[in-house]
């Protein structure tokens, strides 16, 4: 059972366009993260989001927890060639139990075309 | 400081032979991780040990086992590899407590079972 769906799984863009990943789950998060991975390492921690409701921007990277702590999104303006990457959300202590442990969506990966 | 540290970066086995994978830390963090990762299922959770002298299973426990040697150091061994164990295997470690749970991952071991 995947406790979080993410999508899209693939995305092509053009340089300078606006784009949206989707993290969603039936189940309530204590913190849900993002990270990204470039080919041939490991993710990167990009942002944690805590508070139901939360928005956090990293540049052109802005972040939402939904209020519910059951989604999340990440929204990239201007996408540029340097974003290409996969994009893996992670959701930590799902229900209330299994402190620690954080469950990973499926991941999008995405190229931006210069 | 070097984060995670991951030995070796490759390996390739043949069916039956076995290994075991290195991976340190020097964030003095209390928890630490094994994961997979294959195309199209993110990243699945093989074992962790949320303290030092504390083992878990996780989502894909078979076939593996591991040791935590000390606070710094959680090595992963396949006693009788199988091709379905081909993968791309990380190591994370980050605190525990209270959250949020950020995990720190080592560049990975790519491994090939013919």
């Known amino acids: 059972t995947q406790l979080l769906e993410q999508s899209p799984q693939f995305l092509s863009i053009q340089e300078g366009e606006n784009l949206t990943v989707y993290c969603n789950s039936s189940s309530v998060f204590s913190s849900l993260q993002w990270y990204r991975q470039e080919p041939g390492e490991g993710p990167v921690l990009l942002v944690t989001v805590v508070t139901g409701g939360e928005v956090k921007k990293l540049k052109r990277l802005t972040f939402q927890f939904g209020d519910a702590r059951k989604d999340s999104s990440l929204h990239i303006t201007a996408a540029q060639p340097g974003d290409t990457g996969l994009y893996l959300c992670?959701?930590?202590?799902?229900?209330?139990?299994?402190?620690?442990?954080?469950?990973f969506g499926q991941g999008t990966i995405l190229t931006v075309h210069p | 400081n070097a984060g995670v540290t991951q030995t070796p970066k490759f390996q390739v086995l043949k069916t039956g032979q076995s290994m075991t994978l290195q991976c340190a830390q020097d964030?003095?963090?209390?928890?630490m991780y094994w994961y997979r990762q294959d195309p199209g299922m993110g990243l699945r959770l093989i074992y962790y040990?949320?303290?030092?002298?504390?083992?878990d299973k996780g989502e894909v426990p078979n076939g593996y086992n591991v040791s935590r040697l000390n606070k710094r150091e959680f090595s992963l061994r396949l006693e009788s590899a199988a091709p379905s164990q081909t993968s791309v295997y990380f190591c994370?470690?980050?605190?525990?407590?209270?959250?949020?749970?950020?995990?720190?991952f080592g560049p990975g071991t790519r491994l090939t079972v013919t």
């Open positions: 964030m003095n963090h209390n928890s």
């Open positions: 994370a470690s980050s605190e525990t407590g209270g959250g949020p749970y950020e995990q720190y």
């Open positions: 040990s949320a303290s030092e002298g504390t083992t």
């Open positions: 992670a959701g930590a202590n799902p229900g209330g139990t299994s402190y620690g442990k954080l469950t």
